[in-house]
């Protein structure tokens, strides 16, 4: 017999998970399904973000961190390091045990939140009286009628054109997390995010890592001086990247990959690597969803085609995350899946996709939220601009990370922020006080009127919005 739910939410990734809890939270029956397993074959929520993405690649982050540190920088502090070496089983072991708390931290929150977990692949089987026919197969196989549908299926990394994923030699960000051993030389075709931030990595740890981006700008979409600065201290941490290339072919080797591209001067060219990862982009995942059986709209690119509020053509199905328009980020994914499931329950929450933040876990870290000043320009909007660097951060002198800068972009009439740009030491953290103030329309003077902690690298966004009005204290 079926078993009947308010809400059936297919996924458990950032987008589903979170949205499978608001609902039960607000009273409502709910169901989530998701298929992923590890490779124990346990069950495995959390989606690509908990077990092949923003997790394990913040774990690898971390270790490789601590290794480069011991390596090349603890002797500043006065420790002597002698015989220091890798074990790569206990390197990748303990991002494996990170994963694993990350997925039964979430089995956890459903038993806690009386949301039923079905282990299992969901497909839309038809529409009846009272909702929404479900199938899931796998595991927990069963039948399903929701009245509610939310999709958050997630994406899946995009090959290029007639080169498949191995997860051997020609690695996903998948196997990129998983590499048995350092790689001598690595490729890497994109250098967005997953590329600058695996690349990174695995350099940390002694690899050769050669970057190959298509497009002639650095970082297209961040703000042009913070993408410049981020350039040239990641490449001089040994990050070989050419910009404007144009890859034409692939080939796996007894040894490697071999790669051919054209230069941005149109010169052939040729890369031979032991492993090569393609972080390309991600293309949304609507596989085996039965889209088809219940006529549910795709775009022309492929995503689930919704409406401001997530609505798709379909009668009380949903759907959030990277299978629909909008940036591919996880905290985008929970946002939405939050105000759906509000939504069902008759609210009128509000996501304002100018205020999500954005952050690239290199080296140091590049954050941003807003708009940049390319972007200002190109609208006409009249601005001023502040910037600090960390180099006259007391904090940051401390902790011996100098790079970087803050920068604070804020309209010249009324002072309200409109973009934040950071290059720096836990700008991952320092970038949640601009979201806040600019969620709630402040201005820089707001910010340069707020008590900051001393010493706190935080006091270089004061200062930043001190310099919008040309009055630094310290610098
Ligand atoms: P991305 O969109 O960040 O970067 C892809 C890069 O590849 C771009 O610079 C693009 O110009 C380049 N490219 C595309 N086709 C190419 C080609 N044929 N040859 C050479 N270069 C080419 O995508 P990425 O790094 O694959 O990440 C996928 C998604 O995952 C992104 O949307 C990203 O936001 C998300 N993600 C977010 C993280 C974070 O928030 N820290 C971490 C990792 C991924």
Known sequence: MAKQFDVVVIGAGPGGYVAAIRAAQLGFSVACVDEWTNDKGKPAPGGTCTNIGCIPSKALLQ??????????????????????????????????????????????????????????????????????????????????????????????????????????????????????????????????????????????????????????????????????????????????????????????????????????????????????IVAIGRVPNTEGLGADTVGLKLDERGFIAVDDDCKTNLPNVWAVGDVVRGPMLAHKAEDEGIAVAERIAGQQPHINFNTIPWVIYTNPEIAWVGQTEDELKKSGREYRSGTFPFMANGRARSLGQLDGFIKVLADAKTDEVLGVHMVGPQVSELIAEAVAIMEFKGAAEDIARICHAHPTLSESLREAALAVDKRTLNF
């Open 63 to 276: 270790s490789s961190e601590h290794y480069e540190q011991a390596k090349d920088q603890f002797s500043e502090h006065g420790i002597e390091v002698k015989g220091l070496k890798l074990d790569i089983d206990t390197f990748l072991g303990r991002k494996d045990t990170v994963v694993d708390q990350n997925n039964q931290g979430i089995l956890y929150l459903f038993r806690k939140n009386k949301v039923n977990y079905f282990n299992g692949k969901a497909a839309f089987k038809s529409k009846v009286d009272n909702g929404w026919a479900v199938t899931v197969s796998g595991n927990d196989s069963a039948e399903l009628i929701a009245k509610h549908v939310i999709i958050a299926t997630g994406s899946n990394p995009r090959a290029l054109p007639g080169v498949e994923f191995d997860e051997e030699t020609i690695l996903s960000n998948d196997g990129a997390l998983s590499l048995p051993k350092v790689p001598k030389k690595l490729g890497v075709v994109g250098a967005g995010v997953i590329g600058l931030e695996l690349g990174s990595v695995w350099r940390r740890l002694g690899a050769e890592v050669s970057i190959l981006e298509g497009m002639p700008d650095f970082l297209a979409a961040v703000d042009r001086d913070a993408a410049k600065e981020a350039y040239k201290l990641l490449t001089k941490q040994g990050l070989d990247i050419t910009m404007g290339a144009k890859v034409e072919s692939v080939e796996k080797t007894k040894s490697g990959v071999t790669v051919k591209y054209t230069d941005a001067d149109d010169k052939e060219q040729t890369l031979e690597v032991d492993k090569l």
